[in-house]
């Protein structure tokens, strides 16, 4: 039989259980691919060791492109909720309404993709890589 006491203390750790629980997030990995000028896609994987892509609801999807030492801008954005194993720049998806509308990359600048997702019941989930284009037009990660 609980106590006043026990049930206070019960109450409390249950409490603080909820708040760790929904307080926690946790990440995966989105990978760029292809070449300047080019499609660039981006992938997504559970870990960086994965060779296959995973599916996630992105509810979403931000790129940015360096203007200044410490000023980015962002040049597409994506928002709603869809499940996708990977993004191809610029392309419209269901599910996700296009916040910005995709602007052409430049091959002297710095990029950076943020990527949020949210798969019951799990914590959401984050992701991001910073790149760049290295004079051939390949990709170059500059994490």
Same mark, same amino acid.
């Given at each position: 039989?609980? #106590?006043?006491? %026990?049930?206070?203390?019960?109450?409390?750790?249950?409490?603080?259980?909820?708040?760790?629980?929904?307080?926690? /997030?946790r #990440?995966? +990995?989105?990978? @760029?691919?292809?070449?300047?000028?080019? $499609?660039? #896609?981006?992938?997504?994987?559970?870990?960086?060791? &994965?060779?296959d @892509?995973?599916?996630?609801?992105?509810? !979403?999807? +931000?790129?940015?492109? $360096? +203007?200044?030492? &410490?000023?980015?801008? #962002?040049?597409? !954005?994506?928002?709603? &909720?869809?499940s996708?194993?990977?993004? !191809?720049?610029?392309?419209?998806? *269901?599910?996700?309404? *296009?916040?910005v509308?995709?602007?052409?990359?430049?091959? &002297?600048? $710095?990029?950076?993709?943020?990527?949020? *997702?949210?798969?019951? @019941? %799990?914590?959401?989930?984050?992701?991001?890589v /910073?790149? /760049?284009? $290295? /004079?051939?037009?390949?990709?170059?990660?500059d %994490?």
């Amino acid at each position: 039989m609980f #106590t006043v006491k %026990n049930r206070f203390l019960l109450f409390w750790l249950c409490v603080l259980a909820i708040l760790f629980l929904t307080s926690c /997030s946790r #990440t995966f +990995v989105v990978k @760029p691919i292809g070449q300047f000028g080019k $499609q660039i #896609t981006f992938q997504f994987y559970k870990t960086a060791s &994965d060779v296959d @892509p995973s599916e996630f609801s992105i509810v !979403e999807f +931000v790129v940015q492109e $360096q +203007v200044d030492a &410490d000023k980015w801008i #962002t040049i597409w !954005e994506l928002a709603g &909720d869809q499940s996708l194993d990977r993004i !191809e720049y610029g392309k419209k998806y *269901e599910g996700l309404d *296009e916040v910005v509308a995709a602007k052409p990359f430049s091959k &002297d600048r $710095q990029y950076r993709v943020l990527a949020s *997702e949210i798969t019951w @019941p %799990n914590p959401k989930g984050y992701a991001g890589v /910073s790149f /760049s284009f $290295q /004079s051939d037009g390949t990709i170059r990660f500059d %994490n």
